[in-house]
């Protein structure tokens, strides 16, 4: 185990692409113990992905979307696409089972950088979306190390996507 496999770790724990997914299988394959890779990842992606996502919503995000079309359309068929995803958990199971189980499932496009994104769209509540987006990634990284763990079952098929 060395700084750069942690911190690669920890950069894919960030990236809205992989969040969980790259960061503890990069780490565990390089290495590093799942004792140390789980609990490392987890905070990252945890604690630093939604403050990001509600800074650069409230300050970047204005002046890009008035100022570049092409961001301001990227940007809002992102997040027409978090809203139809988000939107029917919340309206199914609540306010902390939607935000919760969404991050929660180790899959592309669901984790916290687009369970925040949309909550916000959602108008919900900074402080509980920020518990539930925790609680969800902490369920999130269990499942990831779980099948980590049991050898990579399915690693390859769940986590990577080949083109």
């Excluded at 496999?5 to 969040?19: D, G, K, M, R």
């Excluded at 004792?35 to 509600?54: G, K, R």
């Excluded at 509540?125 to 990634?137: H, P, Q, S, W």
């Amino acid at each position: 185990m060395d700084n750069s496999t942690l911190f690669f770790s920890i950069l894919l724990s960030l990236l809205p692409i992989s969040e969980l997914r790259g960061g503890i299988p990069y780490a565990y394959f390089n290495g590093v113990s799942l004792f140390i890779a789980t609990p490392l990842c987890v905070l990252t992606n945890a604690l630093v992905a939604p403050p990001i996502v509600y800074t650069f919503l409230a300050t970047f995000h204005k002046i890009f979307h008035a100022h570049w079309r092409w961001y301001a359309s990227f940007f809002d068929r992102f997040v027409a696409r978090a809203q139809r995803r988000v939107y029917p958990k919340v309206s199914k199971y609540g306010y902390w089972g939607g935000i919760l189980l969404f991050v929660a499932i180790p899959l592309p496009i669901t984790g916290a950088w687009t369970g925040t994104l949309g909550s916000w769209i959602l108008g919900l509540d900074k402080r509980k979306t920020m518990m539930a987006v925790f609680g969800g990634v902490i369920v999130s990284g269990l499942i990831v190390t779980s099948l980590v763990a049991l050898g990579g079952v399915g690693i390859d098929s769940v986590f990577i996507k080949r083109i």
